[in-house]
């Protein structure tokens, strides 16, 4: 996994640590952490090393108060001080701008909110290191500033953060040195005043950045049709066309009832109003592990999750495995799955590869219209251009695609036309390519 | 049988052989001769091989059962009343009808089949329709189940000719065949087998079992390719009584020749331990049960032979199943927090 590594993290500095999926990052957290053992090597540190998982490891059932002082909670007469340990994760709340109200349950929190939990619970172990792993994959852009604004906090204590990420604009904007990751390897380590993007980009795939193909001009009729759409709780009265040939893109900040329209319009959660769609539809869920793929399963009977027609037998209660195996095997190949093979278990992939796979299930088919929901979620640039070149060549083969995304970025390069969700409700139509950044920005945060 | 039922199997072995050679020493038993006794008991000779073969049966239907449910995430600890309902349509049927042997014998299986199949589909219709606890359900189904046998061979059903609560002998002519000429052993042993290898073809390669795996493997990410809970749940308990139920057929035409309210001296339960040291899957289940089926047979000879009592290989057998249990658990959490 690791060869070598040699990493050196200063107090009050922000290190990034970069590369592609199944580069080693997450292990190297885990090593200095001192969550799992490493075969060889020394970990030298002053004070304690706290890591933020990107998959938080919070107790989901238990108050935010609770999994904050968890371990080392303060005591009165035998039982836990509750009043003290809620005044301390206030305080420290306050200080390090993670507010938080400490009686929340925490499987009631936004994702944003969450992760302030998981950094509040690090912080009140005072550590000298903290780590953050992929920290920024599931926030809004004003959470990503409070999140840096919070690091910046940190740093001027004197706590060294190694942020882990592959946003390189994120890189660029905070960090004071970067090293890059590729297959186990340190491939570089430099200043940030002593390299480019491109630089940094290069070294952590080895070579090129692949290009995204043309958009190709697309006449398309109105293929989706979505009116006077609600879901108790989540959308009132939402309507939206796409048509064949068009991504419409859909920015909004986390839990804005992005779900309940995307599984609204692939017929998994009841509705009212009138959804006209293709029977054809390919869907690239949101949370990959929980909804998209059975990580014990191997990569063949994954591809078959969903397609049952297209892998049947003559009989149709029957599985064509040969038909399976053919389609798994061309899926595979196309959409650039790296995996021992096909019979492998898909949790031993990459998140990235694990992704491929998902998308490449959704899009074989050549479906009519496709759902993709945060389609590159937490996987590296290399992941990220193969699911966008083939989102775009679905789009240009015809496919109406809804794109729900929480980066801007994402939804600006692969985008026709964009509208922003807020509250259940779609305001704003950016057309013709034509989005502005700022105004976008507004309405995601507009009440 | 892959690495991980066999690594189950081994160590299932391994431990119950060591807690036996401690019951032996406790109860002041040589282990050897203990283990010669206990061995006499379950393969000494045509009859003991025979009572080991016949216990195997009775468990191996019930556990390939609980297996179906298992993989589908369903916690099925209702084989025991599914068993006793499959036995009571398969014995009433038994006595009603008057065509040639093979057809009657395959009526009986069938009407054990269904009566365990309507009495799982009860939890499952409730899992499906009111996401009803199956653990609870299926626990409690086993009373109702009980009193209701007892309550119409007592009443509705009450055989002239009965001695206890139990219905008319079946026609001679419907007695399961046996393997080895007057002994237990019938029949109903390759029927059980076949039925272990259909369910692997099932679970392997059809759609109905591919769904069944999912939904238990990862429910959300099976509903949102279109598999749908409610219905594997209620097929899925339906096809898991039906099992427990021709097990029932086969201990009333094959051993009692009869039903009777006490036919199964709690199969039902000892076969969620002969599945789960089977791993789940029919094929080492099946050598599960033989190695269940002479725990059964053995130990009854132990306990003539050598005064080691007949609970202390249930003791033995509940130990397994707890060790199992946990080791399954912690491994779960071993790869949870990597």
């Not at chain 1, 509040?120 to 920024?136: H, K």
């Not at chain 2, 025979?50 to 600890?77: D, H, Q, V, Y």
């Amino acid at each position: 996994m690791l060869d070598d590594v040699d990493l050196t993290c200063e107090a009050g500095e922000i290190h990034a640590l970069v590369g592609e999926n199944g580069a080693g990052k997450s292990t190297l957290a885990a090593i200095a952490a001192g969550e799992i053992a490493a075969d060889a090597g020394t970990i030298e540190r002053s004070g304690r090393i706290g890591l933020v998982h990107q998959h938080f490891a919070l107790i989901d059932r238990l108050r935010v108060w609770e999994n904050v002082v968890l371990g080392h909670e303060p005591q009165r007469g035998g039982t836990i001080d509750r009043g003290a340990a809620c005044a301390f994760v206030r305080e420290l709340g306050e200080r390090y701008g993670l507010e938080v109200d400490p009686e929340a349950v925490v499987e009631t929190l936004p994702v944003g909110i969450r992760q302030r939990v998981e950094l509040l619970r690090e912080l009140a172990r005072d550590p000298g290191i903290l780590i953050l792993d992929e920290p920024t994959a599931a926030l809004s852009p004003s959470e990503v500033e409070r999140l840096f604004g919070t690091i910046a906090l940190l740093t001027q204590r004197g706590v060294g953060v190694l942020v882990i990420t592959h946003k390189l604009d994120e890189v660029f904007a905070h960090a004071r040195r970067v090293t890059v990751l590729r297959r186990g390897r340190v491939v570089e380590e430099r200043p940030i005043s002593a390299t480019t993007r491109e630089q940094v980009a290069r070294a952590m795939i080895g070579g090129e950045i692949p290009a995204i193909p043309e958009r190709e001009p697309t006449h398309g009729a109105i293929a989706v049709r979505v009116s006077g759409l609600a879901v108790p709780g989540a959308i009132e009265n939402l309507s939206l066309q796409i048509a064949a040939g068009e991504i419409l893109g859909i920015a909004g900040v986390e839990g804005n009832g992005q779900s309940a329209l995307a599984d609204a319009l692939a017929g998994l959660t009841a509705y009212r109003g009138t959804i006209e769609r293709p029977h054809s539809i390919g869907v690239i869920p949101q949370d990959r592990l929980l909804e998209a793929v059975i990580p014990n399963w191997s990569l063949l009977e994954n591809v078959m999750l969903g397609r049952e027609r297209a892998t049947s037998a003559k009989a149709s209660w029957r599985i064509d495995r040969a038909a399976a195996r053919a389609q798994c095997a061309a899926i595979v190949e196309r959409f650039d799955v790296r995996a021992a093979s096909i019979d492998a278990t898909l949790s031993t992939l990459s998140g990235g590869n694990q992704q491929k796979l998902v998308v490449g299930r959704a899009l074989v088919d050549n479906p009519a219209f496709v759902i993709a929901y945060n389609p590159t979620r937490g996987i590296d640039i290399g992941a990220t251009a193969t699911v966008h070149t083939e989102l775009l060549a679905a789009r240009n083969r015809g496919a109406a695609i809804l794109l729900i995304s929480f980066e801007l970025d994402e939804l600006f390069a692969l985008s026709d036309r964009i509208l922003v969700m807020t509250r259940g409700a779609l305001r704003g139509e950016f057309s013709e390519r034509r989005f502005d950044r700022e105004a976008i920005g507004r309405l995601m945060v507009s009440a | 049988m892959n690495r991980e039922s066999a690594k189950a199997l081994a160590i299932g072995t391994l431990g119950v052989a060591a807690a036996m050679s401690l019951a032996m020493v406790a109860s002041h038993v040589s282990p050897i001769v203990g283990f010669n006794a206990f061995f006499y008991g379950a393969f000494g000779g045509k009859q003991e091989i025979a009572e080991t073969l016949a216990s195997t049966t009775a468990l191996l239907f019930p556990a390939l059962g609980i297996a179906i449910a298992f993989r589908a995430g369903l916690f099925n600890i209702g084989a025991e009343g599914q068993l006793l309902i499959g036995g009571l349509l398969a014995g009433w049927i038994g006595t009603r009808i008057d065509v040639p042997p093979a057809i009657a014998i395959a009526a009986i299986f069938l009407a054990g089949a269904i009566g365990g199949a309507l009495w799982g589909a009860i939890a499952g219709w409730l899992k499906a329709a009111r996401d009803a606890n199956e653990v609870i359900s299926t626990l409690m189904l086993n009373f109702i189940a009980a009193s209701l046998a007892l309550y119409l061979v007592t009443g509705p059903l009450r055989a002239p000719d009965a001695a206890g609560p139990e219905l008319s002998l079946l026609p001679h002519a419907y007695w399961l065949p046996t393997l080895l000429s007057h002994t237990r052993a019938t029949i109903a042993l390759p029927i059980a087998l076949l039925a272990a290898f259909a369910l692997r073809y099932v679970l392997d390669s059809t759609w109905f079992g591919y769904r069944l795996r999912a939904a238990g493997e990862a429910p959300e990410a099976a509903r949102r390719a279109g598999i749908s809970l409610p219905r594997v749940a209620l097929w899925a308990m339906a096809w898991s009584g039906a099992l427990a139920g021709m097990g029932g057929a086969a201990l009333v035409a094959g051993e009692l020749h009869r039903f009777n309210t006490q036919l199964s001296p709690g199969y039902g339960f000892i076969a969620i331990a002969v599945a789960l040291v089977g791993g789940l899957e029919p094929l080492t289940i099946c050598i599960a049960a033989l190695a269940f089926g002479a725990l059964e047979s053995g130990g009854l000879a132990l306990q003539a032979a050598a005064a080691v009592p007949k609970d202390a290989i249930h003791v033995i057998e509940g130990l397994l199943v707890f060790a199992l249990a946990a080791r399954r658990y912690l491994g779960a959490r071993g790869a949870g927090a990597r």
